[in-house]
């Protein structure tokens, strides 16, 4: 088969977003509500946008209504670092790559994290489709007896259907698959995210497994890592977080990040809370053992159970920070945490304090790219074309400092003026990734009410990408390459 017979990993992203959405929205009807919210609170803002107000298109990837309502990320669980590194290659097939390392124990999660992610600005603008995918720290388990029985249940279960295994070889050997082999992967691999009711262990282990935390129990007690949510993109959360609230969802009392501005910046998020589901768990083996109890009927009533294992998410996506832009957020937030520690129990103070310490976080676009706490992409605009050329190209030749920094692929000075006047454009990169802090607020909401464990263990990247079977991406370098790239692009028009 030649490579031009392979199907872009573009289009079977698309395809397996669209399925998981379709799958997520029959296991949460919920789900298609919040879908619904999104599109009309987007709607609404595309309007008034083309109506004049509004910063929309502020954006370098704002997205058209059609592409936003396409947009979403996912989340999972896994246990084991095979079942990682699987993933790994099965995402491969999607054009989805792991970027960044997220250490969530610092929060009091037992677990570290990557998002596979598309990485290549037009498979960005094909379909964004994100996996925050997270790995048990099973060296957290104290108890040494749990935790080899969590590894021992682990050990045996397998998440991925042969088909898919089979599929993911092939695409690995061969470099693509056909259009058919993609419909069939596409099938094949969603059946590793669904829900299953049926547990892999009986209620005993299960609220042993609770006793160490109880993402170790969601993680360790079913046959897979079902999709525990997908999130939709809207243009402005704190409106679809009322009509959220008005249309009854238990949704989460703040939204993680940073406060509203006139410029967004990084991501914010809210969630409405996970919804208790109905388990069958597996025969107690105590029980089994003894002769006369196979009484069917008796046996579902004491195996039911339930567990809390989804629930929905919004976010609203602002501009990329440079590590400067975000040494200032995180030490911003620490001191709105520090001001505010019980953000779920008082949330208008916790508001408050976030839109008064953020006061420190400039919020014009000028200021945010000459201080370089934002990344932007450089183009030339369409305005008076011939003149901004000419006007580039007088300034290239007369200031080789100017010359050089541009070779750099460095913003400087000069540019300034330019973009006063018009000829250049410099639009903010969106933020594409995810925020640990966030996270770790999503996590706590969903797990109940409790208390936030500390962990001693470092946080631990190397034996993260050990289990991955390769590094993930740095995000600092993965947008400092495009603005530097678009900066080069000037030199060569
Ligand atoms: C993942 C929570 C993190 C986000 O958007 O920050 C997340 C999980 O609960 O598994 O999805
Ligand atoms: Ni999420």
Known sequence: MSSQDFISPD??????????????RDEV?????????????????????????????????SGSLESLSEERHGAIRLGTAEELNTMRRLFAVMGMYPVDYYDLTVAGIPVHSTA???VSAQSLEANPFRVFTSLLRLDLIEDEALREQAEAILARRKIFTDKALELINTHEQRGGLSSEEAELFV???LETF??????????????????????????????????????????????????MVESGMAAKAIIEGPPARKHAILLRQTSFKALEEAVVFQQNQADSDTPDTNNAADDTSSNAGSHTARFGEIEQRGMALTPKGRELYDQLLAEVR???????SDPEHYRQTLQTVFADFPDDLETLRRDELAYFEYRLTSNMPQTSLELLQTMLQQNADFKDALEQGKPSTELDGLIALDLMSAKPLTYEDFLPVSAAGIFQSNLGDEAAETFSQASNQEA????????????????????SDSLKALLTI
Request: net charge neutral.
């Open 194 to 243: 669904r829900w299953h009711e049926q547990a892999l262990v009986d209620k005993d282990t299960y609220e042993a497994l609770r006793t160490s935390h109880a993402l170790t129990a969601d993680i360790v007690s079913f046959k897979g890592p079902h999709i525990n949510h997908l999130t939709p993109r809207t243009l402005d959360i704190d409106a679809a977080q009322t009509k």
């Open 464 to 483: 993260f990408e050990q289990a991955l079977g390769s590094s993930v991406i740095n995000a600092f370098d993965w947008y400092q390459q495009i603005q």
């Open 116 to 118: 596979f992610r598309p």
């Open 11 to 24: 289009i079977i992203r698309a395809s397996f977003s669209q399925v998981m959405s379709a799958m997520y």
């Open 187 to 189: 099938k094949e691999a």
């Open 338 to 344: 520090k001001q505010a520690p019980k953000p779920e």
């Open 29 to 61: 009807p919920l789900y298609g509500d919040l879908i619904s919210l999104v599109a009309t609170v987007n709607a609404q803002i595309i309007e008034q946008n083309q109506q004049g107000a509004g910063a929309l298109n502020q954006l370098a990837r």
